[in-house]
């Protein structure tokens, strides 16, 4: 079993910044210490003060972070690089990595920022939020091989200029008002948008 | 049971495929319209199929689309396996399910070799697993070597090719290790009958990152075990060389191909690997150089010609690892 504690505890200092703060802190006392033999302790202590553990850990992040990124590109262009940080910090806080597969994750983080979409105060951000994810289900493979069921997305604003701002780095400072909802569908190995206006409340 | 030795003179060679590209969907174009650049490609099976995780059922969903576009364009070119999901170093477990996967994808493209990466990426957490996404080394010492071979020797079972381990790219080490690469990397294929898959650009970051002689563990190392070679493009970072597979290789790297291709008897082939986001900068032609670069490499230092290679027939044995060269 030590080995694998071993193990587990190299892995955390690569994905837990926390603990690997603690480690270099506190040393053995911030380790499990009965799981593990002496030579694991030395080993460990090494493995955490090393430049290299600093760049491992950014390798680590970094990848993550791309997967991310790549999934949600309109999302990301919404929140500052400093507010990003701060909020993939809280949400990896929470939700270790679990797969090579990022679509997974990627819904997830959509899910925590539909949450926190009211204290983030970020115009736009809820809709374009729920676009992208919208867009991740319709992708997203099913154990049954079935195909997504038509994905509704409620907007605001008109959905067209405001995804192609977004998509060319421009955050519109004001759009009129236009209730809209779009509505995707998986056709063949493409996503197609239908867009229905919504009455404005009291028209 | 202790495995045979892949290196036995009774079983067939290592076949002579060449010069190799690592698939990746934004190289599709090239695949498609520079396909006399490359003699076999190479895929990490993982990216075309989804892995619903331990418990699912069914636990993986094949990419069809994926999988269809490499049947059509590698157009009788062999397809290599390179796997990232088995994490053969795991400790707690072993990635049983994985590895079945790994025998249906060789059922519907066979290959004259499969690979995998000696290091672990799966790691307990709580009640969970973590993925750490990145290939965290191993010690190189007697007990990690014990609790491969055991793995090692089911998954050439099971396989039935001559089965690669990677020598990895670390940029922190353990103190006290056992053994240095090159003694590890000989002890894990002479015991465990794994052959080497060589990466050439990990060589070149432990040296510049670890100090490593790359030429001292090239001339240390027992290159009748290597049957395949990957070589890449990095980029420094805060003082680091990374293995980001950025674009062309630098001249380290092209000196270490230089230096080992006349050296490895049993040699099969020596892939690419470009992150697919790198291809645009990169463009076609600095890709196709690459290759062709490659490609005078192994006419010079590779004296039996390239030949083509079938897959077995279905009814006959599958299991075909190396033959000493010599």
């Not at chain 2, 290959?111 to 969970?128: F, I, Q, R, T």
Request: charge should be negative.
């Amino acid at each position: 079993m030590t080995a694998t504690a071993f193990q587990n505890a190299v892995a955390r200092l690569i994905v837990d910044e926390p603990f690997r703060r603690r480690v270099r802190a506190e040393g053995e006392t911030a380790l499990p210490g009965r799981a593990l033999t002496a030579a694991e302790h030395r080993r460990l202590l090494a493995a955490a003060a090393d430049p290299g553990m600093e760049i491992t850990a950014t390798l680590h992040r970094g990848f993550r972070l791309s997967k991310l990124l790549g999934r949600l590109p309109l999302t990301f262009e919404l929140l500052d690089p400093a507010v990003s940080r701060r909020e993939l910090d809280a949400f990896w806080a929470e939700r270790p990595p679990k797969s090579f597969y990022y679509i997974e994750e990627a819904i997830a983080f959509s899910d925590y920022l539909a949450r926190h979409a009211e204290r983030l105060a970020i115009p736009y951000l809820a809709e374009v939020v729920a676009f992208e994810r919208a867009g991740l289900e319709l992708q997203r493979a099913r154990p049954d091989g079935s195909p997504p069921p038509p994905q509704r997305v409620a907007f605001e604003h008109d959905p067209t200029p405001l995804i192609e701002a977004i998509a060319t780095g421009r955050v519109p400072e004001s759009l009129p008002r236009r209730p809209c909802e779009l509505v995707g569908r998986r056709v063949g190995g493409d996503t197609e948008w239908t867009l229905t206006e919504r009455p404005l409340p009291g028209a | 049971m202790r495995p045979t030795d892949p290196l036995d003179p009774a079983t067939a060679p290592i076949p002579k495929l060449g010069v190799g590209l690592a698939y990746q969907p934004a190289l599709r174009p090239f695949i498609e319209e520079r396909r006399e650049t490359f003699d076999y490609l190479e895929v990490v099976p993982d990216i075309l199929w989804t892995d619903f995780g331990r418990g699912c059922e069914p636990r993986y969903r094949d990419d069809e689309e994926g999988q269809s576009f490499l049947e059509r364009h590698a157009a009788g070119r062999p397809i290599v396996p390179h796997s990232i999901g088995l994490s053969i170093g795991t400790a707690h477990r072993f990635n049983r399910d994985h590895l079945g996967q790994m025998e249906r994808w060789l059922e519907r493209f066979p290959a004259p070799w499969a690979s995998e990466h000696l290091a672990y990426n799966l790691a307990e957490h709580g009640a969970d697993e973590l993925q750490a996404g990145v290939t965290i080394p191993l010690p190189r010492d007697r007990a990690t070597l014990d609790s491969l071979a055991p793995r090692i020797a089911e998954v050439r079972e099971r396989l039935g090719v001559p089965f690669l381990l990677e020598n990895n790219v670390y940029f922190f080490d353990y103190p006290d290790a056992e053994m240095d690469d090159a003694e590890f990397l000989d002890a894990l294929s002479a015991e465990t009958g794994c052959g080497l898959l060589l990466d050439l650009h990990n060589v070149h970051c432990n040296c510049v990152n670890r100090g490593v002689d790359g030429r001292r563990l090239l001339d240390a190392l027992d290159l009748e075990r290597v049957v395949e070679m990957h070589v890449a493009g990095g980029v420094e970072h805060q003082g680091f060389w990374l293995d980001a597979h950025c674009g062309p290789m630098p001249d380290e790297v092209w000196e270490l191909l230089d230096h080992a291709l006349p050296r490895c008897p049993n040699l099969g082939g020596v892939t690419f690997e470009m992150i697919g986001s790198w291809y645009e900068p990169m463009g076609a032609e600095r890709l196709a150089g690459e290759l062709a670069g490659m490609r005078e490499l192994w006419h010079r230092h590779q004296p039996a010609p390239v030949g083509s290679w079938e897959a077995p027939a279905a009814a006959e044995p599958a299991a075909a690892p190396l033959r000493r060269a010599g």
